[in-house]
């Protein structure tokens, strides 16, 4: 997903020198990538939305993602949670994930934990104290 200075998020093959779908301009940036191009469109559709409909999105997704009371998040609610919590700029920080953890009621894994793990397997790379960045 690429940014451009005007605000407009929008997708793009790697190949090429991509320009802003609203603007025209190629003075752009690199947020995040995907390997789905399902989880593109609805990263840019979500960062392409009014703030207030950007949280009304995110609340009821970690609604239904949550887990259960007294539950073990799985994998896959488990990296939707570092997810929720990456900024708009593309980095995780500790405090965001033990926050979203938090919110979820997941004691187990630590958001440290989790991000240890994803920088061994190498989904994150360290940006700065307690920030991160996906690959």
């Not at 802003?20 to 190629?26: H, V």
């Not at 840019?44 to 887990?67: F, H, M, T, Y």
């Not at 979820?104 to 940006?127: F, I, N, T, Y």
Request: charged share 25%; proline share 6%; hydrophobic share 35%.
């Amino acid at each position: 997903m690429l940014r451009c200075e005007c605000g407009q998020a929008f997708g793009a093959s790697s190949s090429g020198s991509p320009s802003c779908t609203r603007c025209g301009s190629s003075r752009v940036r690199r947020v995040r990538s995907f390997d789905e191009p399902s989880e593109l469109s609805e990263a840019v559709a979500l960062a392409n939305a009014p703030k207030e409909v950007q949280q009304e999105i995110s609340k009821r997704s970690r609604d239904a993602g949550s887990p259960r009371v007294g539950g073990k998040p799985t994998p896959s609610q488990m990296l939707a949670m570092m997810k929720e919590a990456t900024s708009e700029d593309g980095t995780l920080s500790l405090e965001s994930l033990q926050q979203r953890l938090d919110a979820a009621g997941v004691d187990e894994p630590s958001a440290s934990h989790l991000v240890g793990l994803a920088e061994v397997e190498g989904e994150l790379l360290r940006s700065g104290p307690n920030t991160w960045v996906w690959l």
